[in-house]
């Protein structure tokens, strides 16, 4: 080999170990961002989980909440109607009893003619104030009428007319008595009402 040869020879392995070393800077290089890409793609896809779960945490957080009002809802109706039954249980005996009652007032207005007659309306008229004692006992009471304002809630007009002595929308005779449980109205005041 002459001398020629020999620089080449060298000057090939120089180059070809400077291409190694480059090819393993290059190496190494793609390497540590290969290391960086996927540590990246693991933090990205971890906090991405964190976030997926987190949403799904609220989620069913607010689900709860929901179930929660929805149920405290339920038991606070459940009550009111529990309540309500109790207050009006004896309604529907009493929306019975009121024809009763309006019976027994027509009879009391009979005038007796004779003893005996007198003796038995007497005992008609404690029946029906021991009757009206159990009602009053029960919440009902009568709804006042005559010179009282007409109130739709209370009363039902069936006659106007044109009375002196009596303001407009003023109640002026009394046709059946009206009857309410408590703050319920059972049963209307039929009226007439001056116009």
């Given at each position: 080999?002459?001398?020629?040869q020999t620089?080449?020879?060298?000057t090939?392995?120089?180059?070809?170990?400077?291409?190694?070393?480059?090819?393993?800077?290059?190496?190494?290089?793609?390497e540590?961002?290969?290391?960086?890409?996927?540590?990246?793609?693991?933090?990205?896809?971890q906090?991405s989980?964190e976030?997926?779960?987190?949403?799904?945490?609220?989620?069913?957080?607010?689900?709860?909440?929901?179930?929660?009002a929805?149920y405290?809802?339920?038991?606070?109706?459940?009550?009111?109607?529990?309540?309500?039954a109790?207050k009006?249980k004896?309604?529907?005996?009493i929306?019975?009893?009121?024809?009763?009652?309006?019976?027994?007032?027509?009879?009391?207005?009979?005038?007796?003619?004779?003893?005996e007659v007198?003796?038995?309306?007497?005992?008609?008229?404690?029946?029906?104030?021991?009757l009206?004692?159990?009602?009053?006992?029960e919440?009902v009471?009568?709804?006042?009428?005559v010179?009282?304002?007409?109130?739709?809630h209370?009363?039902?007009?069936?006659?106007?007319?044109?009375e002196e002595?009596?303001?407009?929308?003023?109640?002026?005779?009394?046709?059946?008595?009206?009857y309410?449980?408590?703050?319920?109205?059972i049963?209307?005041?039929?009226?007439?009402?001056?116009?």
């Open positions: 080999m002459d001398k020629n620089e080449e020879f060298e090939q392995s120089k180059s070809a170990e400077n291409q190694t070393e480059n090819d393993f800077e290059n190496e190494t290089e793609n540590d961002f290969v290391e960086e890409a996927s540590e990246i793609i693991e933090d990205s896809s906090s989980r976030e997926e779960l987190e949403a799904q945490l609220a989620e069913a957080n607010q689900r709860t909440l929901r179930v929660q929805d405290d809802n339920f038991r606070r109706r459940s009550r009111e109607e529990k309540e309500s109790a009006y004896s309604q529907s005996i929306e019975g009893l009121l024809p009763v009652l309006d019976n027994f007032e027509r009879a009391l207005m009979v005038e007796p003619g004779t003893e007198k003796s038995l309306m007497q005992g008609m008229d404690m029946v029906y104030r021991q009206q004692d159990v009602l009053k006992n919440g009471e009568v709804i006042p009428t010179g009282e304002e007409f109130n739709p209370l009363h039902q007009a069936v006659m106007q007319v044109e002595g009596y303001e407009s929308n003023q109640i002026v005779e009394e046709l059946q008595k009206g309410q449980l408590k703050e319920r109205v049963r209307p005041a039929m009226v007439k009402v001056n116009a």
